[in-house]
């Protein structure tokens, strides 16, 4: 099956930094998401991006589907950006989702 | 639009008993799937439903079942619970799967005594 690995695992930011958050694939897909898991365990959705860019507000997400990569960028960060950041995809019709192990980010005050 | 339900929220069983957790989807999605969320294992594939019938299935024992009602409903089931079984389960639903947005619900953590 398809292989996600995400880095860097953990990153530590001071409030207002910006960082990058990397997604690697070893097939291709047709669905990529990027999710932030907050404190109670649900999964929020930040971007569904098989390809291409998009952005939403300080967030922003960029998929090179023929690199087999993607990057989540998060400008500005402030402390309520803590938490999970995970990567998960498909490939190939009626397959799992398939999640990376996730980054975590702390952003102190 | 109501976001993806799930019931119950909290749960404690005793290891050997059976549970049955309850998953919503969004109105009009066809596509139930649920993952297991362990601290260890990250989160795993369970199975995936579309139109009442298992369309996918990841590597967990017999002891996990599930099934999808007419109005997309789905429940999951694990019998004879062990303690390893304490996770965070969480249920996606998407329109159509594969190509589709998936959306999670909030989760049911289940603790095994």
């Known amino acids: 099956g398809i292989q996600v690995e995400q880095s860097p695992p953990d990153l530590i930011l001071q409030e207002g930094a910006n960082s990058t958050l990397r997604c690697n694939f070893s097939d291709s897909v047709n669905n990529l998401q990027w999710f932030h898991q907050n404190p109670w365990g649900q999964l929020i959705n930040l971007f569904y991006?098989?390809?291409g860019t998009k952005q939403n507000g300080r967030l922003s997400a960029t998929t090179v589907a023929t690199e087999r990569y993607s990057l989540l960028y998060i400008s500005s960060s402030q402390t309520t950006d803590s938490g999970v950041y995970f990567c998960a995809v498909r490939g190939g019709a009626n397959s799992k989702l398939t999640f990376g192990k996730g980054i975590t980010l702390s952003v102190r005050p | 639009k109501a976001g993806v339900t799930q019931t119950p929220r909290y749960l404690i069983k005793t290891r050997g008993q059976q549970v049955t957790l309850s998953c919503s989807p969004i109105s009009g999605h066809r596509s139930v799937s649920w993952y297991q969320q362990t601290p260890g294992q990250g989160l795993q594939f369970l199975f995936e439903?579309?139109?009442?019938?298992?369309?996918n299935k990841g590597n967990f024992p017999g002891r996990f079942s599930g099934r999808q009602f007419s109005n997309s409903r789905s429940e999951m089931n694990v019998s004879t619970l062990e303690l390893g079984d304490s996770a965070l389960y969480l249920c996606?639903?998407?329109?159509?799967?594969?190509?589709?947005?998936?959306?999670f619900g909030q989760g049911t953590r289940l603790t095994v005594v």
């Open positions: 996606a639903s998407s329109l159509y799967g594969a190509q589709t947005e998936a959306f």
């Open positions: 991006i098989p390809s």
């Open positions: 439903y579309f139109s009442e019938t298992q369309r």
